[in-house]
């Protein structure tokens, strides 16, 4: 008879419950009535319970009594909002979100190195969206960032290589990230931007100024961190294609799923182009510097997989691979590969308490193909092994102490050091910073950081202090930083014969690059304007370049007087429900060098870009187009006349110059996007190709597609 009762009571009680329990439902769409699949919705009043729409923007949650709750709706590039449920509800909730037109709520790490509102960082951040790199379509990182930022220039420099001019500043004294994680390898004093191609990449966030207080040498100039999409839905395919002028071409894919514990995506793209003949459609055989572009192609794969143990522990793993072949003569192809992987793990102590562990490899090779033997020489490799920890702890629910420390082993193995020989530096390094927010409007941020150089024998302080005061719809920013770059193995033991001309040598006394970096700023922002002016001024002592030693009869690295790059970056954009936005982005540079040093200034004064676009879309279709310019003034320098003196130059003016791109991009469906692209819309050409000079032999065109499942 117990048995029976007890029976009956669970079965009561089950029932009670089942009863007790509701069912919310309803879509998640943006105020063209677009679905939103992905969106998360959370409730407020119970941490663990919430859920994400599916591939129409549908969503289910089971609430678990009849009080009355609250939902919160969020979606990447959309502002949140908040739904009430009332007591004893149950039914049919829609949820319309609306697109957030400042992107001052995007969430960005690199300018404090834990996450934070982009209002409320007191480093000026500047970042381009998943949505901005989708809709200029473009292959690498160079072709994006000449787009969107004015001040940057990727010019040639000797042999072709790629060569960055950030504001002053080159490629050794901006650091690239990927995830927060360094590359290995140069070429020519510049990282291979041809391994940073732009499929499946969430955003990217730029910081201009020094940045070694949080990330050590080469963040002289400033830092520019490139950060990967997670996978959002249980299961995505991605296919893309693209062909342009000179038979460029490029084939990606991807794949993606987010089931249970376990988050992994898996891209892989293809890229070639034929070699470009500058001279053609001219008179003149001879039309500048150089007269043909090497034809080349690469091979991108990368694999990222997060698995969450718990809600406290997360495990992130990577790995990569890269490859890419030029066809600098028929005789030898140059080849280049890089393998990369690592291991993160992120562990939330408590509430105010989370600590960071992680370990990345990356090895980045050179070598020659000789056609006619069938054999591949390697001449060059970099292999870096980097360990990680990161702490950092939460006062009174909004000041955050960041202590960290991180440890590199650096081999290098070179064709320009004596015999093909190698060398091997150990780097350490310790850092701490305070995120001090004393009222909602006023943020104080101060850091240190102190690194060892073994080889170099040199150790080095990086301070850090940045304010910024929230007056109404206007924000007001200060900072100071030090910056600094050791010099590399490179630099010190290079013993090479420059192209059998003359010899270029190492310099194992060479002292470290200093700089101190000031910038003011103000950020107004009002409805769906927001306008943003910095000022900067750096002062860079010891900076590493190479000048003519008479006794040597060569070049030797060496440290140079003080050089002061001061400057103005300005930008002004705005966002209207009706579809139509536009960006205005200007930036002045001063770069004042003593004469008689060895290095020329190679920056132009004046930059801006503009972009002006218009968006529609209905249930099933959908376009975007924009009209992009970028102008870059005139630069009058001097340049050398002797390549193997170095002493005497002569001036030269290289011209100023506009380049304008249509593109117009269309959606089918949610799956299909077809875009076409009209660069260099004017037809502009060079009357002579200097190494600074765009690459471009007139109007273009190209046709991207892309699919979804």
């Given at each position: 008879m117990r048995k029976i009762l007890f029976i009956i009571l669970f079965v009561l009680s089950s029932t009670c419950s089942l009863m007790a329990q509701r069912l919310i439902f309803g879509t998640v769409t943006d105020d063209n009535d677009t679905p939103l699949p992905g969106a998360t919705i959370t409730v407020k009043e119970i941490e663990t319970l919430g859920t994400t729409s599916d591939s129409n923007g549908y969503y289910e949650l089971q609430l678990p009594d009849n009080k009355s709750y609250t939902l919160t709706?969020?979606?990447?590039?959309?502002?949140?909002?908040?739904?009430?449920?009332?007591?004893?509800?149950?039914?049919?909730?829609?949820?319309?979100?609306?697109?957030?037109?400042t992107m001052l709520d995007q969430v960005v790490v690199t300018g404090t190195r834990t996450p934070k509102l982009l209002k409320d960082a007191p480093i000026v951040t500047r970042v381009i969206s998943e949505v901005d790199i989708k809709r200029t379509d473009a292959t690498n990182i160079s072709d994006l960032l000449q787009t969107e930022i004015p001040g940057i220039e990727f010019t040639y420099s000797m042999n072709q290589q790629t060569s960055l001019n950030m504001s002053g500043f080159g490629g050794n004294s901006v650091l690239f990230l990927v995830d927060g994680e360094r590359l290995a390898g140069e070429t020519l004093d510049n990282v291979d931007y041809s391994?940073?191609?732009?499929?499946?990449?969430?955003?990217?966030?730029?910081?201009?100024?020094?940045?070694?207080?949080?990330?050590?040498?080469?963040?002289?100039?400033?830092?520019?961190?490139?950060?990967?999409?997670?996978?959002?839905?249980?299961?995505s395919v991605n296919m893309n294609a693209r062909y342009g002028a000179h038979n460029e071409q490029r084939y990606g894919g991807s794949v993606g799923f987010n089931a249970g514990r376990?988050?992994?995506?898996?891209?892989?793209?293809?890229?070639?182009?034929?070699?470009?003949?500058?001279?053609?459609?001219?008179?003149?055989?001879?039309?500048?510097?150089?007269?043909?572009?090497?034809?080349?192609?690469?091979?991108?794969?990368?694999?990222?997989?997060?698995?969450?143990?718990?809600?406290?522990?997360?495990?992130?793993?990577?790995?990569?691979?890269?490859?890419?072949?030029?066809n600098s003569s028929e005789s030898i192809k140059e080849r280049y590969r890089s393998f990369t992987g690592g291991f993160k793990g992120n562990y939330d102590i408590s509430e105010n308490d989370a600590l960071e562990l992680a370990y990345s490899f990356d090895q980045y090779d050179k070598s020659d193909f000789l056609v006619i033997n069938n054999l591949d020489v390697r001449d060059y490799s970099n292999v870096q092994h980097s360990m990680r920890a990161l702490y950092n702890h939460t006062f009174s629910g909004k000041h955050i102490l960041t202590?960290?420390?991180?440890?590199?082993?650096?081999?290098?193995?070179?064709?320009?050091?004596?015999?093909?020989g190698s060398?091997?530096?150990?780097?350490?390094?310790?850092?701490?910073?305070?995120?001090?927010?004393?009222?909602?409007?006023?943020?104080?941020?101060a850091g240190l950081r102190f690194d060892y150089f073994s080889e170099a024998k040199l150790s080095h302080l990086s301070p850090k202090l940045g304010m910024m005061y929230k007056i109404n719809k206007c924000s007001l920013r200060a900072s100071y930083a030090g910056g600094f770059r050791a010099p590399t193995l490179k630099e010190m033991y290079m013993n090479f014969y420059m192209g059998n001309i003359f010899m270029i040598y190492g310099n194992a006394d060479l002292k470290p690059e200093s700089s101190h970096n000031f910038s003011l700023s103000t950020?107004?922002?009002?409805?769906?304007?927001?306008?943003?002016?910095?000022?900067?001024?750096?002062?860079?002592?010891?900076?590493?370049?190479?000048?003519?030693?008479?006794?040597?009869e060569g070049q030797v690295y060496t440290n140079m007087s003080r050089l002061q790059v001061a400057g103005v970056d300005a930008n002004t954009s705005a966002k209207y429900s009706c579809g139509l936005s536009w960006r205005l982005s200007y930036a002045y540079t001063y770069e004042h060098i003593k004469k008689g040093e060895p290095l020329l200034s190679s920056t132009r004064p004046h930059a801006a870009t503009l972009r002006i676009a218009y968006d529609k879309n209905w249930n099933n279709y959908g376009f975007n187009i924009a009209l992009s310019g970028r102008y870059m003034s005139k630069?009058?320098?001097?340049?050398?006349?002797?390549?193997?003196?170095?002493?005497e130059t002569e001036e030269q003016t290289y011209p100023a110059y506009t380049i304008w791109k249509l593109s117009l991009a269309q959606r089918i469906r949610e799956s299909i996007n077809i875009i076409f692209t009209i660069d260099n819309l004017f037809n502009y050409r060079p009357d002579y190709y200097y190494s600074n000079s765009p690459v471009t032999t007139g109007t273009t065109c190209a046709i991207g597609l892309t699919i979804d499942l």
């Amino acid at each position: 008879m117990r048995k029976i009762l007890f029976i009956i009571l669970f079965v009561l009680s089950s029932t009670c419950s089942l009863m007790a329990q509701r069912l919310i439902f309803g879509t998640v769409t943006d105020d063209n009535d677009t679905p939103l699949p992905g969106a998360t919705i959370t409730v407020k009043e119970i941490e663990t319970l919430g859920t994400t729409s599916d591939s129409n923007g549908y969503y289910e949650l089971q609430l678990p009594d009849n009080k009355s709750y609250t939902l919160t709706a969020t979606y990447v590039g959309y502002i949140d909002i908040t739904q009430t449920v009332a007591q004893n509800y149950k039914g049919r909730i829609d949820i319309i979100l609306e697109e957030n037109h400042t992107m001052l709520d995007q969430v960005v790490v690199t300018g404090t190195r834990t996450p934070k509102l982009l209002k409320d960082a007191p480093i000026v951040t500047r970042v381009i969206s998943e949505v901005d790199i989708k809709r200029t379509d473009a292959t690498n990182i160079s072709d994006l960032l000449q787009t969107e930022i004015p001040g940057i220039e990727f010019t040639y420099s000797m042999n072709q290589q790629t060569s960055l001019n950030m504001s002053g500043f080159g490629g050794n004294s901006v650091l690239f990230l990927v995830d927060g994680e360094r590359l290995a390898g140069e070429t020519l004093d510049n990282v291979d931007y041809s391994r940073l191609n732009m499929d499946n990449v969430q955003r990217i966030e730029i910081v201009k100024g020094a940045a070694s207080s949080l990330y050590g040498s080469n963040a002289v100039g400033g830092v520019v961190n490139i950060i990967s999409r997670e996978s959002q839905e249980p299961w995505s395919v991605n296919m893309n294609a693209r062909y342009g002028a000179h038979n460029e071409q490029r084939y990606g894919g991807s794949v993606g799923f987010n089931a249970g514990r376990f988050n992994s995506m898996t891209n892989i793209q293809y890229t070639s182009i034929d070699e470009i003949d500058l001279s053609e459609g001219t008179d003149n055989e001879e039309v500048g510097d150089y007269s043909k572009i090497y034809g080349n192609s690469t091979l991108n794969v990368k694999e990222r997989l997060i698995f969450t143990a718990s809600d406290d522990l997360r495990f992130t793993a990577r790995a990569g691979y890269f490859f890419r072949e030029r066809n600098s003569s028929e005789s030898i192809k140059e080849r280049y590969r890089s393998f990369t992987g690592g291991f993160k793990g992120n562990y939330d102590i408590s509430e105010n308490d989370a600590l960071e562990l992680a370990y990345s490899f990356d090895q980045y090779d050179k070598s020659d193909f000789l056609v006619i033997n069938n054999l591949d020489v390697r001449d060059y490799s970099n292999v870096q092994h980097s360990m990680r920890a990161l702490y950092n702890h939460t006062f009174s629910g909004k000041h955050i102490l960041t202590i960290g420390s991180d440890y590199m082993r650096d081999y290098l193995m070179s064709y320009q050091f004596i015999d093909n020989g190698s060398h091997i530096q150990h780097t350490a390094d310790a850092f701490a910073q305070f995120d001090w927010n004393p009222y909602k409007r006023f943020n104080i941020i101060a850091g240190l950081r102190f690194d060892y150089f073994s080889e170099a024998k040199l150790s080095h302080l990086s301070p850090k202090l940045g304010m910024m005061y929230k007056i109404n719809k206007c924000s007001l920013r200060a900072s100071y930083a030090g910056g600094f770059r050791a010099p590399t193995l490179k630099e010190m033991y290079m013993n090479f014969y420059m192209g059998n001309i003359f010899m270029i040598y190492g310099n194992a006394d060479l002292k470290p690059e200093s700089s101190h970096n000031f910038s003011l700023s103000t950020e107004y922002t009002k409805g769906q304007h927001n306008f943003t002016v910095t000022g900067f001024y750096n002062i860079v002592d010891d900076r590493i370049t190479t000048a003519w030693n008479q006794a040597l009869e060569g070049q030797v690295y060496t440290n140079m007087s003080r050089l002061q790059v001061a400057g103005v970056d300005a930008n002004t954009s705005a966002k209207y429900s009706c579809g139509l936005s536009w960006r205005l982005s200007y930036a002045y540079t001063y770069e004042h060098i003593k004469k008689g040093e060895p290095l020329l200034s190679s920056t132009r004064p004046h930059a801006a870009t503009l972009r002006i676009a218009y968006d529609k879309n209905w249930n099933n279709y959908g376009f975007n187009i924009a009209l992009s310019g970028r102008y870059m003034s005139k630069l009058t320098t001097d340049v050398y006349t002797e390549m193997t003196s170095y002493e005497e130059t002569e001036e030269q003016t290289y011209p100023a110059y506009t380049i304008w791109k249509l593109s117009l991009a269309q959606r089918i469906r949610e799956s299909i996007n077809i875009i076409f692209t009209i660069d260099n819309l004017f037809n502009y050409r060079p009357d002579y190709y200097y190494s600074n000079s765009p690459v471009t032999t007139g109007t273009t065109c190209a046709i991207g597609l892309t699919i979804d499942l």
